[in-house]
T-cell receptor
Framework: KNQVEQSPQSLIILEGKNCTLQ??????????LRWYKQDTGRGPVSLTI?????NTKSNGRYTATLDADTKQSSLHITASQLSDSASYIC?????????????FGKGTHLIIQP | NAGVTQTPKFRVLKTGQSMTLLCAQD?????MYWYRQDPGMGLRLIHY???????AKGEVPDGYNVSRLKKQNFLLGLESAAPSQTSVYFC???????????FGQGTRLTVV
């Protein structure tokens, strides 16, 4: 069964600090991996997408990495801001031909304290 | 450009009542999805559609029905609501099978 595991479940850091969120997956065959940000009471919004051949991608202060060999990804947030407080969801797509080939992680709840 | 819009945003139902959640997208996307999100769990796929007039079951389809009569709309129906269906429901759309998903703002449903 395809699975996506995220760690930690929750994280509290001070404003201005950096942090790294982890995502391990067992989705096969792999197509791509996305990180989404979900603010409280809102729908998820895509931050980055990476395919098999990509090992790093940045979006402002967000940098995602992918190691397709170990099936691990990380999302690094630099110089955190209060607006970064949200849940971060790792989503992996399986290229098996079905439109339901998205496996969602449970998310990491990040709180930025002033 | 509104993206994906869900109606209503909040609803309280009594057990056994029925209701329909509406999802509308203005991006001309082919694929549309309904998910539910519960505390401590990831988003779970209820039903999806790969085009106008088509629907398919996802991971947790029991107790729900859907229809895609128009390309821009995807309806989620609860025929006889149960407390286990208390959840936050998200609609999403994608242009292609592996494209970025755009989500609505969610519908918080409580069944008492």
């Amino acid at each position: 069964k395809n699975q996506v595991e995220q760690s930690p479940q929750s994280l509290i850091i001070l404003e201005g600090k950096n942090c790294t969120l982890q995502c391990n997956y067992t989705v096969s065959p792999f197509s791509n991996l996305r990180w989404y940000k979900q603010d409280t009471g809102r729908g998820p919004v895509s931050l980055t997408i990476m395919t098999f051949s990509e090992n790093t991608k940045s979006n402002g202060r967000y940098t995602a990495t992918l190691d397709a060999d170990t099936k691990q990804s990380s999302l690094h947030i630099t110089a955190s801001q209060l607006s970064d407080s949200a849940s971060y969801i790792c989503v992996v797509s399986a290229s098996r031909g079905g439109a339901d080939g998205l496996t969602f992680g449970k998310g990491t709840h990040l709180i930025i304290q002033p | 450009n509104a993206g994906v819009t869900q109606t209503p945003k909040f609803r309280v139902l009594k057990t056994g009542q029925s209701m329909t959640l509406l999802c509308a997208q203005d991006m001309n996307h082919e694929y549309m999805y309904w998910y539910r999100q519960d505390p401590g769990m990831g988003l779970r796929l209820i039903h999806y559609s790969v085009g106008e007039g088509t629907t398919a079951k996802g991971e947790v389809p029991d107790g729900y029905n859907v229809s895609r009569l128009k390309k821009q709309n995807f309806l989620l129906g609860l025929e006889s609501a149960a407390p286990s269906q208390t959840s936050v429901y998200f609609c999403a759309s994608t242009q292609g099978m592996f494209s970025e998903a755009f989500f609505g703002q969610g519908t918080r449903l409580t069944v008492v």
